[in-house]
């Protein structure tokens, strides 16, 4: 079973400057999380989707950030402007479904630098 | 307000011997725990959990324990190895599936 796909592994923008992520869940996967993890911290939930409708965006900084879901597959997140306070590592998981027993399964994230 | 704490930032421990890592919650809703492991430059890997209907869950030489009147839990590695070394994330939730993570305990086995 392919895991999830995420891209870039790596990024180094300037502030004020626009990027975008990728993500690609385990086939099937009807759940998927974007979670941002700043150093010396635990992953922080941004956006959930349930398919292609949004379940949870509380902790999502919506002057700058925005996350799509493409037909209940893929998804993207994107910040814009960046702040420097935007530097961490973004994490995708996806689960199966949204019950409690069902463990998400994370990619290996993008580092992103703001300079 | 962090309701999922890690208290240990790192962990030394010898090959052979047990390693116990701990985690303290504050929201009595949570109903759900998990620990994942975490390499550097890797997503984190899903290790084991626990509901809180039970107090202690086993899975080879990985077992969880819940001590819910104190809040508590804590993972149990017997026989550590040098291949447990890495970061140790403890996660909780409350029904569908809104992981809240702890700061994470990095765990290194000594030869």
């Known amino acids: 079973e392919a895991g999830v796909a995420q891209s870039p592994r790596y990024k180094i923008i300037e502030k004020r400057q626009s990027v975008a992520f990728w993500c690609n869940p385990i086939s099937g996967h009807a759940t998927l999380y974007w979670y941002q993890q700043i150093l010396g911290q635990g992953p922080k939930l941004l956006i959930q989707?349930?398919?292609?409708?949004?379940?949870?965006d509380s902790q999502l900084p919506k002057d700058r950030f925005s996350a799509e879901r493409l037909k209940g597959v893929d998804s993207t997140l994107k910040i814009q402007p960046a702040k420097l306070e935007d530097s961490a590592v973004y994490l995708c998981?996806?689960?199966?479904?949204?019950?409690?027993?069902?463990?998400?399964?994370f990619g290996d994230g993008t580092r992103l630098s703001i300079l | 307000d962090q309701q999922v704490k890690q208290n240990s930032p790192s962990l030394s421990v010898q090959e052979g011997r047990i390693s116990i890592l701990n985690c303290d919650y504050t929201n009595s809703m949570f109903d759900y725990f998990l620990w994942y492991k975490k390499y550097p430059a890797e997503g984190p890997t899903f290790l084991i959990s626990i509901s809180s209907i039970k107090d202690k869950n086993e899975d080879g030489r990985f077992t969880v324990f819940l001590n819910k009147s104190a809040k508590h839990l804590s993972l149990h590695i017997v026989p550590s190895q040098p291949g447990d070394s890495a970061v140790y994330l403890c996660?909780?939730?409350?029904?569908?599936?809104?992981?809240?993570f702890g700061q994470g305990t990095r765990l290194t086995i000594n030869p």
């Open positions: 989707f349930q398919n292609n409708g949004v379940v949870d």
């Open positions: 996660a909780a939730s409350e029904g569908a599936q809104k992981l809240v």
């Open positions: 998981a996806s689960s199966p479904g949204a019950r409690s027993n069902q463990p998400q399964h």
